[in-house]
């Protein structure tokens, strides 16, 4: 997690979270922490919240009928919350989310299973069209309690150049 400080007026201090544009170099990794540990009440609630109707999220009798044994984490909140984990380190300065694509789901999510996630900066260009702004590229890898592989997808945002966001502008509250 990426966490700084700033001396906003004498013996005061704000704190900040991300990482500028020329923060991000090509090849590193940050590991999201902390992790979390999957309830079945998140992914009834999750479920519900998106009209998901599938029985295998939130019927135990149908999904013990199932290959599975038992019902599985509907996979947009795994993927939901992998990108969350990565906010603190990657985009709490993010303008905009420009795409995710190459989603994957790899290996099944259960209720108690413990997630981690941690991004790999793949590509870095300055905008051509907003100076000041740059767009990352990052690959995201989720794991779950047992170090098993069971989400990767890539992710482009939109960056501020440090002294170009919202929390560098003169009278700004964050």
């Not at 990657?90 to 190459?102: C, F, H, R, Y």
Request: hydrophobic share 35%.
């Amino acid at each position: 997690m990426v966490q700084s400080w700033k001396q906003i007026a004498p013996g005061r201090y704000r704190e900040s979270f991300g990482r500028y544009f020329e923060e991000f170099k090509l090849g590193d990794v940050y590991e999201h922490r902390p992790g979390k540990t999957v309830l079945e009440s998140d992914n009834h609630l999750f479920t519900l919240l998106t009209l998901n109707t599938h029985p295998l999220h939130f019927d135990a009798e149908y999904g013990k009928l199932t290959e599975f044994g038992r019902n599985l984490v509907v996979s947009p909140y795994t993927l939901s919350l992998l990108i969350g984990m990565s906010v603190s380190d990657v985009s709490q300065k993010t303008i905009a989310n420009l795409g995710m694509d190459e989603v994957r789901f790899t290996a099944p999510v259960f209720a108690g299973d413990t997630l981690y996630a941690e991004s790999e900066v793949l590509e870095k260009r300055e905008s051509k069209s907003r100076p000041g702004q740059g767009i990352v590229t990052i690959r995201t890898t989720g794991r779950n309690q047992r170090d098993e592989v069971i989400c990767t997808f890539r992710r482009s945002m939109l960056i501020p150049a440090r002294g170009h966001a919202i929390e560098d502008k003169p009278g700004s509250r964050y």
